[in-house]
């Protein structure tokens, strides 16, 4: 037993030098144990019912206080994923709580894949193509969100600000490889660049990549599935195949909602001028 109280002899002057000593701590006479004299908790126990080794161990109130420290410490490092996830967007603080409800399949379907990618470790990819502002992108933002919410990394971005990274680093492979590791890759806006060999490339590398990396991505655009279905040549057609490899497709219908919040706006600022 020697040899174990020597070791625990070492623990509790670690564990003491842990634990600070109040003024007001004190002794429970009937346990010889050392109690807060803040909260009348223990701040020591007797690991083996047998003998009289006490250790120190956090009481009740230095414990509520080491939780909502690891609570800060783990919002601190969600806020800190979020705004590298969305590098300035407006999108960053959408989540499905607002939600309008006006497409409730389209939700029901990004709410499932945001549950399967948090909760299985889902290699899903899902591209959700349709018309300019029917919230496509709002939905991606709220998957992404929820995917940071659950712990993940993410990153929503355009294959534009990509090819942006790319022009200002000198090492493109890392680029790449920040977007193939991060837990959830968004790629907005997917189609609307410029058509250029050279961003062909850059899509085909980003595509290629993620999907070797088998790890999930969102992709939003308002390319057609005829525009998807015939592309114009071999480079957009390897781009597109790898797409397919793994994304389920999503039709985003309906109104332009974004053209129908600056009407409803533009109403109701004309008629508190009347
Ligand atoms: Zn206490």
Redesign the pocket.
Known sequence: MSAIRNVFDVLATKAEAAIPIQDSDYTDEATGLLM?G????P?QCRPFPDSDIAVYCL????KADDDAMRERLRRNEIEQRRNICFHGSDLIGTVFADDDGKAPTLTKTCKAYAENVTGVNSRDWLLLWGDCGTGKSFMAACIANAAIDAGMTARFITVSEIEQHLWNSPDKAAVYDEMNRTGLLVIDDFGCERRTDYMDEIKFNLIDGRLRSGKPCVITSNLTLNDFAAPVDLTQKRIISRIFERAKTFHVQGDDRRFAALKSRAEQSSSSEK
């Open positions: 807060c803040k909260c009348h908790t701040k009481c009740v109130c230095m």
